[in-house]
């Protein structure tokens, strides 16, 4: 699927993320990892803006999507929450950014869709200084064999009408990009990855 179609697709999609986002979907996972996040923070496909509402009130955000309507309701969401927010209209994977600028860099929910996820997982590592934090809240395969196989099975399908995968094995993913994971969690019969790494430098 091109980019610009993938764009379209999102655009459409922003009203259902804003209301996930009023109704706090994901609070639980979304509170106990975002609340970490520190300092000069980075936050690839913001989306709704869902995260703002639990980042500590002392961080600065530099937020990007490559979606309009999405960056508009991300924009609505970070001064309800009296965060200090820049905004990037900008796909993550043709993204550029200085080495070692931020203290934390967050994804929630974003790479079940990226083209190249090895790449922007090695882009996100040289972005974050060294003894950064990279938080991540992520869906992909699940680790039971049965729910797993009906993801591998309706993936096509959930990739056309939504613009991700679901059958993406996160943990593999991270680790062919040599990450420093310190700590991971596996929610909603292991298909929803809660991580904390830092970039290995």
Known sequence: MSTEKLIRKFDK???????????????????????????????????????????????????????????SRAKEAAAESGIQAEFTLSDVESLSFPDDLFDTIVSTLTFCGYEDPHRVLSNIQKWCKPGGQILLMEHGISSYR????????VDPLFKKMVGCHLKRDILQILKNTNLNIKKVERHMLGAVYLVWAAPNK
Not at 42 to 56: C, D, W
Not at 146 to 153: A, C, D, L, S, T
Request: proline residues 1%; hydrophobic residues 40%.
């Open 146 to 153: 049965f729910v797993g196989r009906i993801q591998k099975m």
């Open 13 to 71: 999609q922003a009203k259902i993320y804003e209301m996930r986002r009023r109704k706090q979907s994901e609070k639980k996972w979304r509170e106990k990892l975002i609340r970490c996040a520190k300092g000069r923070v980075l936050e690839v496909g913001v989306g709704a803006g869902a995260n703002f509402h639990f980042y500590p009130k002392d961080v600065e955000v530099t937020a990007v999507d490559f979606s309009k309507e999405m960056m």
